[in-house]
Each structure stands twice: as structure tokens, then as C-alpha cells.
């Protein structure tokens, strides 16, 4: 079975101060890996993917296998950052089911 | 252009009711998706369809639940009989294949079942 988890549910920063939000995940393969991003009364929308290996936003995430993590991270905050972020997986045997974790609301704060 | 969009955005109906949830994709794609998110838990797969066959519908819940896609473009998921538990926001997405692409997702339907 496929799993994300997302240990903090909230998080809580000043901005201009580094960022990461964690993310497990539990595959028995090698699953594609992804940030989704909700800000207040918007729809969610993709934020970034491990294959892709951009900086979006200023926010990079680097796949560790050996520790199954995908963390979020990102050098110096910003108050639009502030937002509920999901990590999700795609397991290589389905090419589509997006397995998400329970997210983690993010507050920069001025 | 426009994005994927999701009728009615709030649903409220009287537990046994029978309701259903409309959503159009992003016109040219194939691939369309549902997905229930309930409250304070990531959205969670219920069916996935290529076209106008629902490909995978392991994530439906029982058998009130079900979901068409008659013309390859607008989905109508239909819920009957329903209960409290059904209360969650129901999203739909949508994306060009439906292999490792980008899935865009709608603003959702707020079901509350009383």
C-alpha cells in the first residue's frame, strides 16, 4: 500500500526565515513525487515535481530514497507563501492515482 | 483559458436524498478524475476516466456511489441514498492523457449531508 505522511499540520514562520515542510511517503517501487499548493479561496494547482527538478516560487524539494522523504524547502519565507501544502505520490503501476497526505498549513507571518 | 469547473460549488440535501455533482474539464482533455477530500485529510481517489470509460474506479466507496462520462468530456458523479459520512468536498480534475501529466484541478463541490 501507498502512503504519504505529513507530520506537521501547521507551521508557523516569520518571514525571511527558511522554510521546509516534510514529507514521508511509504512505496515499494520508485513513485513520482509532488508539491500541491492551496492558497486562501483558490483551487489547488501543482506547485512542483521531483522529475522536473525546478525551483518554483524560490521552493525546491529533493527525493531521498534511502529516507523516503520529498521535502519542501524554501531559503528565506514570504507572507504569499502562507498556504496549505500537500505532498502527494504516483506509484509507477498506475501513471495517474495521486495519493496525497493530510497537508500542512503554512503562516508566514510579517 | 478556462480551467476546470465544478456545479453546483455547495450542496446541502437530507440524508437518504439522491444528489448529483456536475463537472467540466479543461476542453481537449482525456483524462478526467474525482477525488474526495473530507475534513482536515488530503483529497482521496475515488474514479479516473480515459475518455468515456471509467478506467479506475477502485477508490469508489460502495456501490451508492458511481460516476459517468458519456461524451469523453463532462463527468456527473452520483451519489444516491446519502449519508452524514458522505459530507466532504468532492473535486474533480482533469488532465491531457492521463499519464504522469499534470492533473488541474476544479474548485470543488461543498457536499453537506444532513
Known amino acids: 500500500a501507498q502512503r504519504v505522511t505529513q507530520p506537521e499540520k501547521l507551521l508557523s514562520v516569520f518571514k525571511g526565515a527558511p522554510v521546509e515542510l516534510k514529507c514521508n511517503y511509504s512505496?515499494?517501487?520508485?513513485?513520482?513525487l509532488f508539491w500541491y499548493v492551496q492558497y486562501s479561496r483558490q483551487r489547488l494547482q501543482l506547485l512542483l515535481r521531483?522529475?522536473s527538478r525546478e525551483s518554483i516560487k524560490g521552493f525546491t524539494a529533493d527525493l531521498n530514497k534511502g529516507e523516503t522523504s520529498f521535502h519542501l524547502k524554501k531559503p528565506f519565507a514570504q507572507e504569499e507563501d502562507s498556504a496549505m501544502y500537500y505532498c502527494?505520490?504516483?506509484?509507477?503501476?498506475?501513471?495517474?492515482?495521486?495519493?496525497f497526505g493530510k497537508g500542512t498549513l503554512l503562516t508566514v507571518n510579517p | 483559458g478556462a480551467g476546470v469547473s465544478q456545479t453546483p460549488s455547495n450542496k446541502v440535501t437530507e440524508k437518504g436524498k439522491y444528489v448529483e455533482l456536475r463537472c467540466d474539464p479543461i476542453?481537449?482533455?482525456?483524462?478526467l478524475y474525482w477525488y474526495r477530500q473530507s475534513l482536515g485529510q488530503g483529497p482521496e481517489f475515488l474514479i479516473y476516466?480515459?475518455?468515456?470509460?471509467?478506467?479506475?474506479d477502485s477508490g469508489l466507496p460502495n456501490d451508492r456511489f458511481f460516476a459517468v462520462r458519456p461524451e469523453g468530456s463532462v463527468s456527473t458523479l452520483k451519489i444516491q441514498r446519502t449519508e452524514r459520512g458522505d459530507s466532504a468536498v468532492y473535486l474533480c480534475?482533469?488532465?491531457?492523457?492521463?499519464?504522469?501529466?499534470?492533473?488541474?484541478f476544479g474548485p470543488g463541490t461543498r457536499l453537506t449531508v444532513l
Open positions: 480534475a482533469s488532465s491531457l492523457t492521463g499519464t504522469s501529466d499534470e492533473q488541474f
Open positions: 512505496y515499494s517501487g520508485s513513485p513520482e
Open positions: 521531483h522529475i
Open positions: 502527494a505520490l504516483i506509484g509507477r503501476g498506475s501513471n495517474y492515482k495521486l495519493t
Open positions: 476542453s481537449g482533455h482525456t483524462a
Open positions: 476516466f480515459q475518455g468515456t470509460g471509467a478506467a479506475d
